[in-house]
């Protein structure tokens, strides 16, 4: 496992923390970028470790958004717009040399949005995951508006009792088996347990209701028109959030883009296929030197 170096920062009156992990000298050849991750909804930077991994010659720096994981709640509504400031203040922080913006799933879109506000911020863009279809409008819109309708009720309960639906381990673990394709019990069980273990790291219960809201509202396609560098998608033959025929629109609706789809995976690719996801990474950043 490599090790990280934890960093505090305040960040419009709160305290953030973001994780750094420096390149392993050996696999350095050349020098890399550093590479921003952008985590997904309900999320924590431990979600991309697994990737993280199989990156070993490029810098990393990995946020917990704030709300979420270690990061502190925001005075202001959690949206897109919030998210991508904040992405962008890390990057001129943490990463003031080449670097590449990567994000995943509802991370996707915040990268997006950041690169689309700023496109010094990243003469590169890979997206994981993309969001590429409005939630409420694709074929998992059943689930997304049960979803919503889980997410205003805990909001509206009491604290305690809406804290215990939210972390509830039957309705994570339903949350798990809905994303999960692998057929290995092993990595099951081990997606399972991650999110178990990290599902529930949130600050409070507007927060996961204000993310959940700009999760199933916002994709990378509200950007597309502003994101001219070059863009790697890497997107799932069997996600129920993205499905690749709106991948293959989205890719379209981009100036410069790559899709790559990895078969039988779905909207975990960072879990389940971290190794080829990394390739690919690789290969698109050596056929896009910075």
């Known amino acids: 496992m490599r090790e ?3 960093r505090s920062f305040s960040w419009e009156g709160t305290l953030q923390r973001v994780w750094e992990y420096p390149a392993e000298q050996a ?18 930077h431990h979600g991309l470790l697994r990737l993280v ?10 946020p917990d958004l704030p709300g979420f994981g270690q990061g502190a709640e925001l005075p202001g509504t959690h949206d897109v717009a919030a998210y991508a400031r904040f992405v962008a203040a890390c990057a001129d922080r943490f990463a003031p040399g080449p670097r590449v913006l990567l994000g995943h799933s509802f991370g996707s879109v915040i990268a997006a949005e950041a690169a689309a506000r700023d496109p010094r911020l990243a003469p590169v863009l890979v ?3 993309p969001i590429s279809s409005p939630a409420l409008e694709g074929p998992s ?16 309960l009491p604290e305690p009792a809406g804290r215990a639906l939210l972390s509830h381990p039957g309705i994570v673990r339903l949350m798990s088996v809905f994303m999960a394709r692998t057929r290995d019990p092993v990595l099951r069980r081990w997606i399972h347990a991650q999110h178990a273990a990290y599902f529930s790291a949130f600050a409070s219960r507007r927060v996961v209701l204000e993310a959940f809201r700009a999760s199933i509202t916002g994709t990378v396609r509200d950007s597309a028109d502003e994101l001219r560098m070059p863009v790697l998608l890497i997107a799932a033959e069997k996600d129920p959030i993205g499905p690749v025929e709106s ?3 989205l890719a379209a609706s981009l100036p410069d883009a790559t899709l790559e789809v990895l078969p039988a995976v779905g909207h975990l690719v960072h879990y389940e296929k971290p190794r080829e996801a990394a390739l690919l990474v690789q290969r698109f950043l050596r056929e896009h030197p910075a």
């Open 4 to 6: 990280a170096v934890v």
């Open 27 to 44: 696999a350095q050849d050349p020098p890399r970028r550093t590479l921003v991750m952008v985590h997904g909804f309900r999320g924590d």
């Open 53 to 62: 991994e199989e990156l070993p010659g490029y810098r990393v720096v990995l």
């Open 127 to 129: 997206l994981v995951n």
């Open 141 to 156: 819109r059943t689930a997304s508006r049960i979803a919503e309708a889980y997410y205003v009720a805990a909001d509206r």
């Open 247 to 249: 991948q293959r629109h």
